[in-house]
């Protein structure tokens, strides 16, 4: 199906398919949105790639309309009021590199914690990650008298080595 563009592949899909994805489009589900698309389009030729450039498209289309994820606060006080809140001692701070399909590279900033030991994601941060999560990263942890790790801060590496104790 690669000889025809997303809009006559969303043409292809029918009615309700197309309503369905939108609304997930509109509440910047990207992921279910994608999945309705490809699910039903399967049938029709398209692959996961066509369902991931329809829905591109979608959002494209939609712009200003989609009511985006709000991005995970990464002020010391909103940092330090989340780590109080969790189960166990914050032992050390971490960042952590991912990525998908979706949204490329980003970075978690983890709290680990002892007794009972544990990782807890504090922020995803999508825009600029390396740099706004060494920024917010180093901040927290001087503030909770805590290492600080970043494996890869220059290079994303989703199997660089982990903080260990």
Same mark, same amino acid.
């Given at each position: 199906?690669?000889?025809?563009?997303?809009?006559?592949?969303?043409?292809?899909?029918?009615?309700?398919?197309?309503?369905?994805?939108?609304? %997930?489009?509109?509440?910047? *589900? @990207?992921?279910?949105?994608?999945?309705?698309?490809? =699910?039903?389009?399967? &049938? +029709?030729?398209? /692959?996961?790639?066509?369902?991931?450039?329809?829905?591109?498209?979608?959002?494209?289309? %939609?712009?200003?309309?989609? *009511? @985006?994820?709000?991005?995970?606060?990464?002020?010391? =006080?909103?940092?330090? &009021? +989340?780590?109080? /809140?969790?189960?166990?001692?914050?032992?050390?701070?971490?960042?952590?590199?991912?990525?998908?399909?979706?949204?490329?590279?980003?970075?978690?900033?983890?709290?680990?914690?002892? =007794?009972?030991?544990?990782?807890?994601?504090?922020?995803?941060?999508?825009?600029?990650?390396?740099?706004?999560?060494?920024?917010?990263?180093?901040?927290?942890?001087?503030?909770?008298?805590?290492?600080?790790?970043?494996?890869?801060?220059?290079?994303?590496?989703?199997?660089?080595?982990?903080?260990?104790?």
């Amino acid at each position: 199906m690669s000889d025809i563009t997303p809009a006559d592949r969303w043409a292809l899909l029918p009615a309700g398919i197309r309503e369905q994805a939108d609304g %997930y489009v509109l509440q910047d *589900a @990207r992921m279910r949105a994608i999945r309705v698309v490809f =699910e039903a389009g399967r &049938a +029709r030729g398209m /692959g996961l790639h066509d369902a991931q450039l329809v829905v591109h498209e979608r959002y494209l289309r %939609y712009g200003d309309r989609i *009511a @985006r994820t709000p991005r995970s606060p990464l002020d010391l =006080e909103s940092l330090a &009021a +989340r780590a109080a /809140g969790l189960p166990g001692r914050v032992v050390a701070v971490e960042a952590v590199w991912d990525g998908d399909t979706v949204h490329d590279w980003f970075v978690d900033l983890l709290a680990v914690t002892a =007794e009972p030991a544990g990782e807890h994601r504090l922020a995803t941060i999508h825009t600029d990650p390396a740099a706004a999560a060494d920024r917010a990263g180093r901040a927290l942890a001087a503030h909770l008298a805590v290492p600080f790790h970043f494996a890869s801060p220059d290079t994303p590496d989703d199997e660089a080595p982990r903080w260990r104790p």
